[in-house]
């Protein structure tokens, strides 16, 4: 009788506790969300269900692209080996979908194999049939690189609807299911194929709702010249401007990710600032799949709950006797007002409610009588799931990607090169050289200059005499200010020859694109300026 005032006490009795984020997405999934998908024909309108593998499974990478833009040689590139069934040419090659992963020796295995592997996250791909599954296989190799992140060589999309006809399948639905459940999406170009053909537009569309996975490649940018590189980057971005429709500026990687010698190397240094950025989110997957899994789950049971709510309301209007098939009809049509009145009464916002328009062609085929009544114990179930459980989960995170280890990339390191940095904790390509900055200066490359300035009796310089050479720097004053107080040591307001040095040292250290640190190591002090010199020498 007094249940009301104590909420649901079966509900907070079975929330749970867990172990790991991987081990509470599938529980919460199997118990929660579910029963709700499987009630409401969730998988008809959407997605079939999740597995275990698909929380387990490894992060993923899928690459698209138009033929010949470099897919299959980035893996090459990145495995720094051939997979088993590769095929490199300049005309279109790979001619269907291959799953790279970790294997103990070599082998192949054919689609329909591989979907009835429960342990791989592939079984969804059944419904698509026999037309997709004989153009999609699994090519495991013994691999550092894949014990961290799975990749998704895709065939060349083409240009030719005569082409795309004949694929067998549908290319964009393929796309569309990797999307959702991969971690990072590459879309690589060629400089000289810029072009976007209309299955490319098309599967580029597919991937609507993971914009935040894309990541655009300029492939082969040694190629042109540095003024040709600039005209060719504005195309590229003109033309994505026409496709990706995002008010953000996508992120677009320049270089030549390949082995082979630079053709035009005027962009070097660039090359290898876009090389080290995407080789370090290429690294650091397995430290954010936690997180990507949980934002995806979260994304999915938004959508059943909105799904829900509108399978019960269509339900609700349909007549119970005359006039079911013109009222059904008058329903999808005024869709778009129902999401509305829908998003109103529950208040939910309108962003969680899926396209009308693809909405409406699934409807058509539906009999609205036939949807299943709303069950408030299940929603109060995935409701408790959201404000509850999931939040738990959430602090599982910081310790679950302690633990994880970064993907073991051959082109980057956790250990800093010349050539190669993992831009992590501050690290860039300037920063491995930092070290031989923290020196101690040598006062007497700069004693002409200190004695032109015209120190005081006292032996040392005033701020308004030091200020009129520090300025021809061309730093702003915040930065000089900063580097003033890393350089009067003694804090007394004037700098003495060695305090001159150390400011000009660090000007030139700021110029070289360094960071200044926070204090004043030791090793930039002499000996006898050091804090227990200068005490004992007090004393």
């Known amino acids: 009788m007094l249940k009301w005032l104590t909420g649901d006490s079966k509900l907070q009795k079975d929330t749970k ?83 790279v992963v970790h294997g103990e020796s070599d082998q192949v295995i054919p689609g329909n194999a591989l979907v009835v592997d429960s342990s791989m996250p ?48 549908d290319m964009e639905e393929v796309v569309r299911w990797f999307s959702d459940r991969v971690d990072m999406i590459l879309l690589l170009f060629d400089v000289s194929k810029l072009d976007i053909s209309d299955e490319f537009r098309r599967v580029i569309h597919s991937l609507k709702g993971n914009d935040h996975k894309i990541h655009i490649l300029l492939n082969k940018a040694d190629r042109v010249t540095t003024p040709q590189l600039m005209r060719v980057y504005g195309a590229l971005m003109w033309s994505l401007g026409k496709v990706i429709d995002t008010p953000e500026v996508s992120r677009v990687y320049i270089g030549s990710f390949w082995d082979e010698p630079l053709f035009n190397d005027e962009q070097r240094r660039l090359f290898e600032s876009e090389e080290n950025d995407l080789y370090t989110n290429l690294a650091q997957l397995p430290r954010s799949a936690a997180v990507r899994k949980l934002n995806d789950l979260i994304k999915r049971v938004r959508l059943a ?37 829908i998003a109103k009464e529950r208040n939910l916002p309108l962003g969680d409610f899926p396209n009308p328009a693809v909405m409406q062609e ?55 090169s010349p050539f190669a940095v993992m831009k992590t904790d501050g690290q860039t390509e300037t920063s491995i050289y930092q070290s031989g900055w923290l020196v101690a200066p040598d006062p007497e490359l ?33 930065v000089l200010h900063k580097i003033w107080k890393l350089a009067d040591v003694d804090d007394d307001g004037f700098l003495t020859l060695f305090e001159y040095a150390l400011a000009c040292h660090l000007i030139k250290m700021r110029l070289d694109g360094q960071d200044l640190p926070a204090t004043l190591p030791p090793a930039m002090l002499p000996p006898d300026m050091l804090p227990g010199e200068v005490s004992n020498s007090s004393e």
Do not use: W
């Open 17 to 99: 506790t867990f172990s790991s984020v991987t081990e509470g997405l599938q529980r919460l999934y199997k118990d929660r969300l579910l029963p709700v998908e499987q009630e409401t024909q969730f998988h008809h309108f959407f997605s079939p269900a999740l597995t275990d593998a698909d929380f387990a499974s490894r992060p993923m990478v899928m690459l698209i692209g138009q033929y010949s833009t470099g897919k299959s040689t980035f893996i090459r590139h990145l495995l720094g080996r051939d997979y088993p069934g590769l095929r490199i040419g300049p005309e279109p090659t790979t001619d269907k979908f291959v799953a």
């Open 362 to 416: 699934k409807l058509k085929g539906c009999d609205f009588c036939k949807f299943s009544k709303l069950n408030v114990k299940k929603m109060d179930a995935l409701e408790n799931m959201l404000s509850v459980e999931l939040p738990k989960l959430l602090a599982l995170l910081p310790e679950e990607t302690a633990r994880a280890v970064n993907a073991e990339l051959n082109q980057i390191g956790a250990q800093a």
């Open 446 to 478: 700069s004693r002409a200059e200190f004695e032109q300035l015209g120190p005081g009796p006292n032996g040392k310089l005033s701020g308004e005499n030091a200020k009129k050479k520090l300025v021809e720097s061309k730093l702003p004053s915040t």
């Open 122 to 169: 592939f079984t969804q791909l059944r419904h698509l049939g026999n037309a997709f599954l004989s153009r999609f296989e699994c090519a495991k190799l013994n691999s550092p690189v894949l014990e961290g992140i799975t990749l998704i060589d895709s065939p060349g999309v083409l240009s030719g609807e005569k082409q795309r006809i004949q694929r067998g399948y």
């Open 305 to 341: 709950k909105v799904h829900a709510y509108l399978l019960d309301y269509l339900r609700r209007k349909m007549p119970t006797m005359m006039g079911k098939a013109k009222k059904q009809t008058e329903l999808i049509s005024k869709l778009p007002d129902i999401y509305k009145e």
